[in-house]
Nanobody, 124 residues
């Protein structure tokens, strides 16, 4: 499974960004895709997860109401729409996946496959 993120960048407080994760190399339909983030000196945080292309979604409390995870099944691409961005959202954002029958899908994981990350910087 290969995961390639894009869409990171710099934005001012209150702005928006949309991250993309292009997934390939799998055929399972039971797939959980998620986004994590990590900034220097902080623990990795699960941000959001989506199961089977949208059957279910979960979010960390810190992003509920501001971030939306969704999937374009035709493209096997998962998006993270981030609105009302805050300085504390600054981090490296990673796409993650786990697949197979009976997977547990939650924003905190577990995940087996990871992308290389894309940087998001929110400045005031």
């Amino acid at each position: 499974v290969q995961l390639v993120e894009s869409g990171g960048g710099s934005v001012q407080v209150g702005g928006s960004l949309r991250l993309s994760c292009d997934a390939s190399g799998y055929t399972y339909s039971s797939v959980c895709m998620g986004w994590f983030r990590q900034s220097p000196g902080k623990e990795r945080e699960g941000v959001a997860a989506i199961y089977k292309g949208g059957v279910a979604t979960t979010y960390a409390n810190s992003v509920k109401g501001r971030f939306t995870i969704y999937q374009d099944n035709a493209k096997s691409t998962v998006y993270l729409q981030m609105n009302s961005l805050k300085p504390e959202d600054t981090a490296m954002y990673y796409c993650a996946a786990i697949l197979g029958p009976g997977v547990r899908c939650a924003s905190g994981g577990p995940f087996r496959y990871w992308g290389q990350g894309t940087q998001v910087t929110v400045s005031s």
